[in-house]
């Protein structure tokens, strides 16, 4: 009997970051492994070769679009396995039409971001930043700084969430031992998940008031698109904590600016708009925002996501239910 294909299609410089060895194992276990013999992710016309005889693919950052030829070029392609944030720059029309399972691997990237989210909330909370800078420059807690930027803690903080997807829900899931009040701004929540989920559902004004922490999570789209504006960041309190994990664009940047620029809040933002920030951009010279390189997400170590991969591939093989998969009537909610 003839064993399945699979292509993966990642290039062989990633293959450390994306995959184990258990991964691997598991992988050749269950079906004949081709690989795109380039050390970078395959191109369009590398694709055509490589998924010519493959009944599944294995894609991630950088792959070429699986667009109408290479759909054709592949007979027997069922199934798309992709490890990353988004599958919509590598899927087409042709996919869904020929009926390949498309699954994602971003609910493991969803965890990766919400415990760097924790983190940030933790150390935003103690003025970690602040405070280490003002101590490199002399001073100590009896000064005017410390007075603006007092350590506080995250436990019985309220959090403020925009967004309850993956990262929003595993963000919930890692507050837990805190003992916060948390507030979920997202028109796709309904009350008896709020419920369920031990969180309460208000609108995004309300949260803003509320919040002295506020965590974006929400998806990048034109209806999210400068979002949170001039009025919204208004209401923040004095020495509120803006987190950023999700898109740039989400947040008015220009009204952040202003707003940071009056001292009263502190932002960490892993993204921004555009990415990276212009050279002479104010967030690289304000004293309350840190900007970091979009480095939320697994960065070395991405291995969870290549394990859920093989996995999918695995149940795909085997005729069983996706744990993650992506149907076309979803795409409008992906960023």
């Given at each position: 009997m ?9 290039g ?12 691997m194992?598991?992988l ?5 492994v ?20 493959a009944?599944?693919?294995i894609?991630?950052?950088?792959v070429g ?10 007979p027997?392609?069922?199934?798309m396995?992709?490890?990353g ?34 983190g ?28 603006r930027?007092?350590?506080?803690e995250l436990h ?7 967004g ?13 031992p ?40 929400a ?25 950023n994990?999700?898109r ?17 809040i ?5 993204v921004t708009?555009p ?10 010279r ?35 239910p ?14």
């Open positions: 003839t064993r399945p294909v699979v292509a993966i299609t990642i062989r410089s990633n293959y450390r970051r994306m995959f184990s060895t258990e991964a194992n598991a050749a276990v269950v079906a004949e081709v690989h795109h013999s380039g050390d970078e992710p395959a191109s369009k016309p590398e694709l055509l070769g490589v998924l010519a005889s009944d599944a693919c894609t991630s950052w950088g679009r699986i667009d109408a030829d290479v759909v054709a070029a592949a027997r392609l069922g199934h396995a992709h490890m944030g988004s599958v919509k720059r590598f899927v087409s029309d042709a996919v869904f039409q020929r009926g390949i399972r498309v699954t994602s691997a971003s609910i493991t990237l969803a965890r990766d971001v919400a415990e760097t989210t924790l940030l909330m933790i150390v935003g909370r103690k003025r970690i930043w602040p405070l280490a800078n003002h101590v490199n420059d002399g001073g100590w807690r009896d000064s005017p700084v410390w007075d930027w007092d350590a506080r019985r903080s309220t959090v403020g969430l925009i309850a997807g993956n990262v929003g829900r595993h963000v919930i899931e890692l507050l837990g805190f003992s916060v009040t948390i507030l979920v701004a997202d028109p796709d929540l309904g009350d008896d998940e709020a419920q369920r989920l031990g969180v309460e559902r208000v609108e995004l004004a309300e949260l803003m008031d509320r919040s002295d922490v506020v965590s974006i999570h998806p990048a789209t034109d209806e999210t698109r400068h979002m949170v504006g001039a009025e919204l960041l208004s209401r923040l309190g004095d020495g509120a904590v803006l987190i994990t999700a740039g664009s989400i947040i008015d940047e220009g009204a952040l600016v202003d707003e940071l620029a009056a001292g009263r502190f932002a960490f933002l892993d708009d990415e990276p920030p212009a050279p002479d951009s104010p967030l690289r304000l004293e309350n925002v840190v900007v970091t390189p979009h480095i939320a997400g697994c960065i070395e170590n991405c291995h969870r996501m290549g394990e859920l991969a093989v996995e999918e591939v695995r149940r795909y093989l085997a005729g069983e996706a744990v993650n998969e992506v149907r076309p009537d979803m795409l409008d909610r992906i960023a």
